[in-house]
């Protein structure tokens, strides 16, 4: 989870009072591979749809300074397979995919609405959570970002800043 400084970013955390409003998935703890619903273009906050994430670049690389809370979830070899599936899916067909903006109302006041090739950043984690077998304690298209922070079995692994985190991990990596 992250919170950036783009204008919708603020907007959404005035209205939410969450510390965070963006939420990603990775297939591994250096989060050289990110993926969610958001912005295709740094500068506009439309259009948007299913992006790799990459710390330093895009939207991302604006800003110096973005507070994240990092967790874990346990997944079998065979769920993690799935996830690279289903990543591979959305990555093959981002075309057809776009952002859930309808969705930004019904979320919030907790109103079921599922739209078929439409997702919110949370909303896409969720289904690629449940498709994968990890057991979700509601629709996924009633999940908000900050869901995840007490989401079942998720371990908080860090909370600070994202580029200081990305920055220490790959420095790690390579002194291997």
Known sequence: MAQTGTGPARFFRFITKKPFNHVSLSGDVTLS???SFCRTYRRFPLPATFNRE???KGTLGNFSDIPCEIYRIPVTP????????IIRHFSDNRNVYSYNILGLLTVYLDIEWTRKRNFLCSQFVAYTMDKVGIHLD???CLYKPDDFRSFPGATLIYSGELNSFYSNVRSKASAK
Do not use: F, I, L, S
Request: glycine letters at 6%.
């Open 33 to 35: 591979e990110m993926y």
């Open 54 to 56: 990459t710390v330093g």
């Open 78 to 85: 065979e769920q993690k397979e799935n996830y690279y599936r």
């Open 138 to 140: 509601k629709p996924y």
